[in-house]
């Protein structure tokens, strides 16, 4: 089947049945991910301008190798599949691409070989590949990860085992996967002296994507470690407390409305997961030709202007809640403001908002307007 992606032309095998299973070599509910890779690459090379290799790790049919190379890079595709090889050999031709094409066990090829850019983006879990990354990479690590049922703690066990932490399923499910990922991601690279400052970060329907850039001194990864901490969710009220350090005080009983249901995530990030200048530059970089260009550009708009709250809330769940009807997004942000709170949107869906208000001050800031 031939497939066109962002100016280039490939060959993939075998018949798309869209929405019924992941395609192995080439799947299309992805294009928004590889739209704003390729984005994030373009504004990458403007913040840093030694930045010239990148290694797509986990190369399948070639795309984003082949999207990067056509974009200027020095890539190198890697998979341990030699079908997956030769088509992404066949791919790079086809588009007139150089590229160095590897066929081996990437965590052996990342710590044998320095990339300035690595993109991680396995089917599942990316912590098997985490280490090797940050063992070598310069400058920025890309990760997908699509095991999002694990991370946000809808399947406890197996979100333990991959990522060292406790998610817990919540009304903000897809920000903990977020925030579980990113506190995984920043204890790998912390054992090799490696900070991480997260600059681009989405959850978008079946993944989690963050862009890291990285910064190899000791006190940057104390730094990054100093991000992490516990959250406190009462599953009554749906209060939640940050708690900075990695030794967590758990609530027994909710400062809200005295419920013992309460739940202890983490270590998770707290820290902030968006460089807004950074996305406004990344968004500039979006062409109308990029398939998913209206959709990438709002999902920027979206990202640069969120809060920097470790937490989002859903309007119509805090409304279901308190058995109100719901407003208008705008005028229930409005509301929140005019009590002299910050108030954002956020790009979890379209009700989800971020605060400075607790859940109390939220409901008495919106109460008036909701009756
Ligand atoms: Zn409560």
């Not at 799947?27 to 704003?36: F, G, V």
């Not at 399948?60 to 997956?84: F, K, Y």
């Not at 859940?359 to 307007?369: L, M, P, Q, W, Y």
């Amino acid at each position: 089947m031939r497939v066109t992606e962002g100016g280039v032309e490939l060959e993939v095998p075998g018949e798309q049945t869209e929405g019924i299973e992941e395609a192995v070599f080439y799947n299309p509910r992805q294009e928004l991910n590889r739209d704003l890779t390729i984005a994030t690459l373009r504004a990458y090379r403007e913040r840093e301008e030694r930045a010239t290799s990148y290694l797509d790790a986990m190369t399948a049919s070639g795309v984003r190798g082949v999207r990067a190379a056509a974009d200027g890079w020095d890539v190198t595709c890697c998979d341990v599949d030699e079908q997956a090889v030769d088509l992404a050999r066949d791919n790079l031709e086809r588009n007139d691409c150089e590229a160095t094409v590897e066929h081996r066990n990437v965590n052996a090829l990342m710590h044998d070989e320095p990339f300035d850019v690595i993109d991680l983006d396995p089917y599942g879990t990316p912590m098997p590949f985490a280490d090797a990354a940050f063992a070598n990479c310069r400058d920025l690590v890309c990760v997908t990860a699509t095991d999002t049922a694990p991370l946000c703690g809808a399947h406890f066990n197996s979100g333990v085992r991959s990522y060292s932490a406790v998610p817990r399923n919540t009304d903000y499910h897809a920000e903990m996967g977020v925030r579980v990922l990113t506190s995984a991601l920043a204890r790998s690279a912390a054992r090799f002296d490696v900070g991480v400052e997260p600059i681009l970060t989405h959850a978008t329907s079946h993944y989690v994507r963050t862009y890291l850039e990285l910064e190899h001194k000791a006190t940057s990864a104390d730094a990054a470690i100093d991000e992490l901490g516990h959250i406190y969710h009462c599953e009554d009220c749906l209060y939640r407390e940050a708690d900075p350090g990695l030794i967590a005080d758990p609530l027994e009983t909710c400062p809200h409305c005295d419920g013992n249901r309460m739940l202890t995530a983490g270590p998770v990030w707290l820290g902030p997961v968006q460089d807004p200048d950074f996305i406004a530059a990344v968004r500039d970089e979006i062409p109308y030709t990029f398939g998913t260009a209206p959709q990438a550009r709002e999902l920027c708009d979206t990202l640069a202007a969120e809060l920097d709250e470790p937490t989002h809330y859903d309007q119509h769940k805090l409304c279901r809640n308190w058995g109100l009807p719901a407003n208008a997004m705008d005028d229930f942000l409005a509301d929140l403001r005019d009590a002299g709170y910050e108030a954002s949107r956020a790009h979890y869906g379209g009700t989800t908002f971020k605060t400075d208000a607790n859940i109390g001050e939220i409901r008495a800031a919106t109460a008036d307007s909701l009756e």
